[in-house]
């Protein structure tokens, strides 16, 4: 990382954020800072913290219209200059991740303090005072800031509410039962594995969670291992964006899932609110219109009688009343009806691009990152090194790190030596690794074993290549679709492990790929 580009990284931090002003004041010595503007502004920052308890943000242009009568050379004052034009386009405090900014400024102020203590010695050797140089190398101690320390458990309210807000704020939530099954892994700091067979659903949910989480003003990036190229996932995000296809057998009437009550569908509900008056599938097995393909031995209604259903009930309302009334749903049972789709045109690159530039969708697209290799050239050093081009060269720190998938990723230089098995666990150790040190959250997709193709739904014993990748995440969701459950427009999400629950939660997705969605509601 350039140097100087590294320097104003720390001098903008330390304008716009007081966290990271708080904790970077015990390590920091300015001195080490090469350029003389950069230790001037720190300088003046850090005496107004040590005044104020706060950054300066907005304060800074006043602070320096009043520093700028004290004899400030022209290429300082150029350099100070730069750095609050850029603030209003860069660097708002909520868009510095300031753990791993702190990281960053740890490394470099050690290297800086290498790099002097070493040029000390040796102009001390230069001078004939070889004595002295020994002495100067073996007095170093790296710059360290405190990251970890012996303490009275349970004596600081701040952590003990950290340790419980962090749970209750995942970085992507999703709304319903999904978001019950997934949300308590989604968080900053944590490394998820999405399981599924193949083509069953991995990168369509990678991506609506890329969405969402840009969407919120997050950065997320999508690592592409191969199984995709550039044009086919960004054609996948157009049809996501513009909610239709652009193949004509797509573009028809189109039958899209949407939330409804079983005894709706029965005419079995008597609350006063209910939004029909008849149900048109009085006379069915509740299980059979719930589309239990998890018992074999039962009847599923299949997604033809479902849409000839639909056809033959057009004045039929869905209803989920009783979801939206009572937190714990009161009598609702969830399952689907369908919405009719009259015909569109077939989407085009053109709309797409349109659509891109819209104001709606480019603030959202600006805060995403795609970046493809070929199958079986990208690694995880590599994905580390890629993250550190992209802060260096866009200042993009991402919050959300996606990786698509696990299984062809190649094995680091480190580990070739290693049997297969052991090369994909030293996989999983390294998204872990990734996840903290970057303070992201990391998803990674892995393909269950041949035997999950006979299971109804994904387990623990369902892992491909080595079961310890089970434990190196802090859960592992599952994606669970049969061929049947495809065209009816359903799959089942599982939390086969999570480190905070039992696990074992079920939740019926509904979706529509035709339109590129994954996830248009979810229940139980």
């Given at each position: ?27 920091l010595n300015i001195s ?309 789709r009259d015909p569109v ?118 892992f491909s290549e080595n ?58």
């Open positions: 990382m350039d140097d100087g580009y590294m320097e104003r990284r720390i001098v903008i931090g330390l304008i716009t954020c007081t966290e990271y002003c708080k904790q970077v004041e015990s390590f080490w800072l090469q350029a003389s503007a950069a230790r001037l502004v720190a300088t003046w920052v850090l005496d107004y913290y040590r005044n104020y308890g706060t950054a300066p943000k907005s304060e800074m242009e006043a602070i320096y219209s009043e520093k700028i009568n004290e004899h400030i050379d022209e290429e300082t004052a150029k350099w100070v200059e730069e750095i609050l034009e850029s603030l209003s386009e860069e660097s708002q405090e909520e868009d510095i991740n300031v753990e791993y900014l702190l990281d960053q400024t740890e490394k470099y102020l050690e290297r800086r303090q290498i790099q002097e203590q070493t040029e000390q010695a040796q102009a001390e050797i230069d001078s004939g005072n070889q004595e002295e140089a020994r002495k100067l190398l073996e007095s170093y101690k790296p710059v360290q800031r405190v990251q970890s320390e012996a303490v009275i458990p349970l004596s600081d309210p701040a952590i003990i509410k950290k340790g419980f807000t962090d749970m209750a704020d995942p970085l992507i939530r999703y709304p319903g039962a999904a978001g019950q099954v997934m949300n308590r892994a989604l968080c900053r700091e944590r490394a998820v594995g999405i399981m599924a067979q193949n083509k069953g659903g991995k990168t369509f949910l990678m991506m609506d969670m890329i969405w969402r989480c840009a969407e919120e003003g997050n950065q997320a990036v999508l690592f592409q291992a191969g199984d995709m190229s550039r044009d086919q996932q960004e054609r996948r995000l157009g049809i996501y964006l513009a909610g239709k296809s652009d193949l004509p057998e797509y573009c028809g009437y189109l039958y899209i899932p949407v939330l409804d009550c079983v005894w709706n569908q029965l005419n079995e509900c008597d609350s006063p609110e209910r939004e029909c008056d008849f149900g048109p599938l009085e006379g069915k097995d509740p299980e059979e219109i719930r589309g239990s393909i998890m018992d074999k031995s039962k009847k599923f209604l299949t997604a033809s009688e479902l849409k000839r259903t639909v056809r033959d009930n057009t004045d039929y309302v869905p209803c989920y009343r009783c979801l939206t009334n009572n937190e714990k749903g009161g009598n609702f049972l969830g399952t689907i009806w369908y919405e009719i045109s077939p989407l085009t690159w053109k709309e797409v691009y349109k659509l891109s530039k819209t104001r709606r969708y480019s603030n959202i697209l600006k805060n995403i990152r795609l970046i493809t290799y070929s199958n079986e050239t990208l690694n995880m050093s590599m994905i580390d090194a890629e993250l550190d081009r992209l802060d260096r060269v866009e200042g993009f720190q991402p919050s959300f790190i996606g990786i698509d998938y696990g299984d062809i990723l190649a094995p680091d230089r480190d580990t070739l030596r290693m049997d297969l098995r052991e090369q994909d666990n030293k996989k999983w150790q390294r998204a872990r690794k990734l996840s903290q040190n970057r303070k992201a959250l990391v998803a990674m997709g892995t393909q269950a074993n041949a035997q999950s193709f006979e299971a109804p739904l994904l387990k623990k014993d369902h079961r310890r990748k089970l434990d190196h995440v802090e859960a592992m969701i599952g994606i669970n679709m049969t061929a049947a459950e495809k065209k009816k427009g359903i799959m089942r999400l599982n939390d086969i492990a999570e480190r905070e629950t039992e696990g074992g939660n079920v939740a019926t997705v509904f979706n529509c790929l035709q339109m590129g969605r994954p996830f248009l509601g979810s229940y139980f």
